[in-house]
């Protein structure tokens, strides 16, 4: 019942931008905190950024000033800004749902971004 869909991914040159759309179904995101994780090739999966049902929000250090992430519960959708791309932020684009630290989490299917020339 409840799904996190990604859209937005796709082929972006060095230098560009792309934005990071999370629609969620089944639920409404008002009260959750919401988040992007991503996995690039060969490599773990990391947080990218949270937003929580208040607003705030977090970023991993290397990404802070260049990623943004924000949230519209009309629209039941939580966005992902991503600004000045590299080829190191190609990756698998995740969105997920939380009630608290330590929750269960839903997962979206993730969204390919290739940052690539």
């Known amino acids: 019942q409840a799904q996190l869909v990604e859209s937005g991914g796709g082929l972006v040159q060095p230098g560009g931008s792309l934005r990071l759309s999370c629609a969620a179904s089944?639920?409404?995101?008002?009260?959750?905190?919401m988040g992007w994780y991503r996995q690039a090739p060969g490599k773990q999966r990391e947080l990218v950024a949270t937003?929580?049902?208040?607003?705030?929000?977090n970023y991993a250090d290397s990404l802070k000033g260049r990623f943004t992430i924000s949230r519209d519960n009309a629209k039941n959708t939580v966005y992902l800004q991503m600004n000045s791309l590299s080829p190191d932020d190609t990756a698998v684009y995740y969105c997920?749902?939380?009630?608290?630290?330590?929750?269960?989490?839903?997962w979206g299917q993730g969204t390919q971004v290739t940052v690539s020339s």
């Open positions: 089944g639920f409404m995101i008002a009260i959750y905190t």
């Open positions: 997920t749902a939380r009630l608290f630290v330590g929750s269960p989490q839903y």
């Open positions: 937003i929580t049902s208040g607003g705030s929000t």
